[in-house]
């Protein structure tokens, strides 16, 4: 395709006055499949941690090369395992969090990850106003609409609760976390 420009517009003139700008095709640019993920929720230490294990471990039975990571909106926990509960209910369901750290949400992370996804709407908010000028809403999606599309539920907090509230927690993120497979993992292999 020839693309030409004139500096002067009249209404006679030949096209061989004017001069090539480009001479080149241009094919649609394919929209790529996230391969990073960032969970999130508020300390890092209970939803976000579960979320991380969860879908870092359906990935990697399925054979996919995803980089999965979490991270909270306050600086309460930097540095600590997630909660004892957490770490409890995963590893019943053989998911291992013992080694993760808690570490806060950051407006770079909007350049390091394809996808954030935030446990609850008071961290969506909090994902924008830290991020100010990064924040990509094309990247963030609150978590349960996995699993129920424009319902903007969120994933309960079960730091005041006792265990059950992990449990009930547990399902929720390991259900969203088969629909994210489902949806961006089934390309990984044509």
Same mark, same amino acid.
């Given at each position: 395709m020839m693309?030409?420009? +004139?500096p002067f517009h009249k209404a006679n003139a030949s096209p061989s006055r004017y001069i090539t700008v480009f001479n080149s095709t241009f094919a649609p640019m394919e929209k790529t499949r996230p391969s990073s993920f960032l969970m999130v929720c508020l300390g890092n230490i209970c939803r976000s941690p579960l979320a991380e294990g969860i879908l870092r471990e359906k990935a990697r039975a399925v054979?996919? #090369?995803w980089k999965v #990571?979490?991270?909270? +909106? +306050?600086s309460y926990h930097i540095g600590e395992a997630p909660h004892q509960l957490s770490q409890k209910v995963a590893r019943i369901n053989g =998911? #291992?969090?013992s080694g993760q750290r808690a570490?806060?949400?950051n407006a770079d992370d909007f350049q390091r990850f394809d996808k954030i996804y935030a446990m609850a709407g008071d961290v969506l908010d909090q994902i924008r106003r830290i991020a100010g000028r990064q924040y990509d809403p094309?990247? =963030?999606e609150l978590l349960l609409n996995e699993l129920n599309p424009g319902d903007n539920e969120d994933v309960p907090d079960p730091w005041y609760g006792p265990e059950p509230g992990y449990h009930e927690v547990y399902k929720l993120i390991d259900a969203a976390a088969d629909k994210i497979i489902k949806k961006y993992g089934q390309y990984e292999h044509p």
């Open positions: 693309l030409y420009l +004139t054979g996919l #090369d #990571d979490s991270a909270g +909106t +306050t =998911v #291992d969090i570490r806060r949400f094309g990247k =963030v």
